[in-house]
Nanobody
Framework: VQLVESGGGLVQPGGSLTLSCALS????????MYWYRQAPGKKREQVAR???????TYEEFVEGRFTISRDNAKNTVYLQMNSLKPDVTAIYFC??????????????WGQGTQVTVSS
């Protein structure tokens, strides 16, 4: 299974970005999907989650500015980011998590995409 993120870049404060994470080698529908981020000098932290049933959860710091979504037909998960502030500058990673009926657990990570918010 491979995850490839895209869509990061340099954006001015107040701007928007949409990150994409394409999964290959398996079916996205099998996984709970996450977005994480890691800012310089800080630990990696969860940003948002979307379950197999399309239930979404967000960390408090998102403050309603981000939307996670999934398109199982395209094997892709998205993170729409609006009203961006410099404090969201980080590398953003997607993560796929699955526990099989036999109890076997899988975690997969992408390589990350850099998001920089600066004027």
């Amino acid at each position: 299974v491979q995850l490839v993120e895209s869509g990061g870049g340099l954006v001015q404060p107040g701007g928007s970005l949409t990150l994409s994470c394409a999964l290959s080698g398996s079916a996205l529908s099998l996984y709970v999907m996450y977005w994480y981020r890691q800012a310089p000098g800080k630990k990696r932290e969860q940003v948002a989650r979307v379950t197999r049933g399309d239930i979404t959860t967000y960390e408090e710091f998102v403050e309603g500015r981000f939307t996670i979504s999934r398109d199982n037909a395209k094997n892709t998960v998205y993170l729409q980011m609006n009203s961006l502030k410099p404090d969201v500058t980080a590398i953003y990673f997607c993560n796929a998590h699955r526990i099989t009926a036999m109890g076997k657990e899988f975690h997969y990570w992408g390589q990350g995409t850099q998001v920089t918010v600066s004027s």
